[in-house]
């Protein structure tokens, strides 16, 4: 009887160490699979970061460059209004050259035009 109280004892103690041994295991088992899990979001979250960065960085990088375009486009509109009005005033004095030169030459027209007409005015009272 003892020897059957030893085995059965000696079993249980067996069945018992089996069974805690098996619920550590699966206890790392599963912490195993969490870490693993997080390690993943993890990287996958510093991946989103690293993207979102990337995608920032173009973005800033673009609007500088459309900003330095626009800037120089600005400076080109500028030099062609700065040389658009140089040249209507070159054209308007020209004009207005040209208007004083053909106004004299009227003028010199009409004088002699009227000095003719008082010569002849002239002539014909004296010639009565």
Do not use: C, P, R
Not at 85 to 113: F, P, R, Y
């Amino acid at each position: 009887m003892n020897q059957k109280l030893l085995f059965i004892g000696t079993t249980i103690s067996i069945l018992i160490l089996a069974i805690s041994t098996n619920h550590l295991l699966a206890q790392n088992a599963t912490t195993n699979a969490s870490n693993a899990a997080g390690n993943m979001t993890a990287a996958a979250n510093q991946t989103a970061s690293e993207l979102g960065q990337n995608a920032s960085s173009v973005l800033n990088n673009a609007g500088d460059k459309v900003g330095s375009a626009l800037s120089e486009l600005k400076q080109n509109m500028s030099n062609v209004g700065t040389e658009l009005g140089q040249n209507m005033s070159n054209v308007g004095t020209e004009i207005l050259n040209n208007t004083e030169e053909a106004a004299k030459k009227v003028g010199t027209g009409a004088a002699d035009v009227l000095s003719n007409i008082s010569g002849e005015i002239k002539e014909g009272i004296n010639g009565k």
